[in-house]
């Protein structure tokens, strides 16, 4: 007889392993096992219990259960715990328990009136894979109150099989998940560096990166001096650029991943979005994933994914996470490269059309009104007609001499090779503006960097003179070590009150875009009687840096 179980036994668990082997779906595979088991033991019903990562047990499988226990779409086995689950849950459950009395049973059979089949008891075994524990296998059989020591064995040895296979398909089931999500970071790869424009990415990346993870929200935020700034945001399947600051210190978890330059998750989250980003519009979340955005080991922004469930980014691997941040920063870098070479490219351009009006086309215009002027001397009293039309002529030249200056001026702008505040006051004083410039700090600066503050100077002292109500600005330059900020303020009537908040003009976004381009920024404050103030800040070392490597 005891051969005869132990034939049982074999057959069982070579038939066992043969299915359990030949397929990568978990609920088939727990299915089938169970099923084979009963079929070549003689245990009548079974059922598994799989824990999540939060150690709440669930119901994967069960097999012929008794009608109390099957009733209310299996409702006993839910719920409250049990002997068997409560003793896993504390760590004191190793092996196959022999029959045990069961909370559940008893439970089911007073609450849904039902048959249980005369199951009264049942046994229970740890489902584990080395140090992996994943749940309970619990059989039961009518009239049986104890096991033999070979069923439990029998037991033991099934449940290791089965903990290995969830092992291996947990595992197969991660390597797929990881091979579509490094599948879908290619494809938001490649639409990311598809942007040619760096005005375009921040609203490009942030929906490419939603649709693709099927992510609710995605947020960039970007360096602005002390604080970050909400750039884009695409939430609820829509795409918004905007340019909303918030301190550091009050983005949480945002400035956590900026200041220690490192991935934060937030699995469960009970409260909705902190103050400070729930006041500049990111939707309330149950969890979340703020991403920092680094370029040579230094943050220059956050990704900030969330979403209203929770445990959401838990399974997301912080390779993978790391590798979406960088990439999006490697664009960013790619496209200031490409933007500095091109602003140099129109430089040079600008100031050899510039050198050539100069050298050509102003020389001749000049030689035009002199030659005019003589024959006017000669001829213009001898004939009137000829002195109004040689009059007329050498106005002309002179006019066309004057716009000359003017359109060489704007190409090259005179004074410019005297520095930055020579330039911006000699530019003011045409305007008939009094100005007060400052200048703090004796660092060279970049070309690129030295025109892109030049042409915010402009536009900002041109917003002075035609908005502000007042003919007095004053000029700040500070050069440090690491950046260069140029400040322009007046005491004017500050901003418009039908200002939209958010909303930039054109030479707003147009000076924003050039501190942009090389890696800076420009913040606009003031209004409502208060000075207005127009501060850009671009990073000096970025371009010194990109100099010694092309020189190299």
Request: with cysteine; charged share 25%; glycine share 6%.
């Amino acid at each position: 007889m005891c051969g005869e179980i132990r034939g049982n036994e074999l057959v069982a668990l070579k038939e066992i392993a043969e299915l359990i082997n030949t397929t990568n779906d978990m609920d088939r595979m727990l299915n089938g096992a169970l099923s084979k088991l009963l079929q070549t033991t003689s245990f009548t019903a079974g059922w598994i219990f799989l824990f999540d990562d939060c150690g709440n047990e669930f119901c994967a499988v069960a097999s012929n259960l008794p009608p109390a226990l099957e009733a209310r779409n299996q409702a006993a086995m839910c719920g409250d715990n049990c002997w068997c689950v409560d003793r896993y849950r504390k760590g004191k459950l190793h092996r196959a328990v022999n029959i045990i009395e069961c909370s559940r049973i008893p439970y089911a059979a007073d609450v849904n009136r039902c048959d249980t089949g005369g199951i009264t008891h049942h046994a229970t075994v740890p489902l584990e894979s080395g140090k992996d524990r994943f749940g309970l296998l619990n059989v039961a059989e009518a009239g049986k109150e104890r096991l033999s020591d070979n069923e439990l064995e029998l037991l033991q040895a099934v449940a290791y099989q089965i903990g290995s296979a969830i092992k291996r398909i947990r595992l197969y089931q991660a390597q797929e998940r990881s091979a579509l999500l490094y599948a879908k970071l290619g494809d938001v790869i490649q639409e990311i560096h598809s942007v040619q424009d760096i005005r375009h990415l921040p609203l490009r990346a942030v929906q490419a990166i939603g649709q693709a993870f099927d992510w609710p929200n995605v947020s960039l935020f970007v360096r602005d001096q002390q604080q970050l700034a909400l750039q884009a945001q695409y939430a609820n399947g829509q795409v918004n650029k905007t340019w909303q600051t918030l301190p550091v210190d009050r983005a949480e978890p945002v400035n956590t991943a900026f200041r220690e330059n490192r991935l934060v998750i937030v699995s469960h989250c009970d409260e909705v979005a902190s103050g400070a980003l729930s006041a500049i519009g990111i939707p309330p979340f149950a969890s979340a994933a703020a991403i920092p955005l680094r370029i040579r080991a230094r943050a220059i922004g956050v990704l900030f994914v969330s979403s209203p469930k929770k445990r959401q980014f838990d399974e997301y691997h912080t390779d993978f996470m790391y590798s979406l941040g960088d990439h999006f920063s490697l664009s960013v870098e790619n496209l200031r490269i490409y933007e500095q070479r091109s602003e140099l490219a129109r430089m040079e351009e600008r100031n050899r059309v510039a050198r050539d009006l100069h050298d050509s086309v102003m020389q001749k215009l000049f030689s035009l009104s002199f030659l005019a002027k003589g024959a006017e001397t000669a001829l213009g009293e001898k004939d009137p007609v000829v002195s109004r039309s040689l009059q007329e002529i050498r106005q002309l030249a002179q006019d066309t001499l004057k716009e000359m200056r003017s359109l060489i001026w704007q190409l090259h702008p005179a004074g410019l090779e005297n520095g930055l505040l020579p330039a911006l006051k000699q530019y003011a004083q045409a305007m008939d503006l009094t100005v007060y410039e400052r200048a703090e700090g004796v660092k060279s600066l970049p070309r690129s960097i030295e025109e892109a503050l030049w042409r915010i100077g402009q536009e900002a002292l041109n917003n002075v003179k035609k908005h502000s109500g007042t003919n007095t600005a004053y000029i700040r330059l500070v050069k440090s070590d690491t950046d260069a900020t140029l400040e322009i303020m007046d005491k004017g009537k500050g901003f418009s009150s039908g200002k939209k908040k958010g909303k930039l003009t054109m030479g707003m976004r147009s000076m924003r875009e050039r501190a942009e381009a090389l890696g800076g920024s420009v913040t606009f404050t003031g209004g409502h009687g208060q000075p207005t103030v127009v501060k850009a800040t671009i990073p000096i070392h970025v371009i010194e840096e990109k100099c010694c490597e092309e020189r190299e």
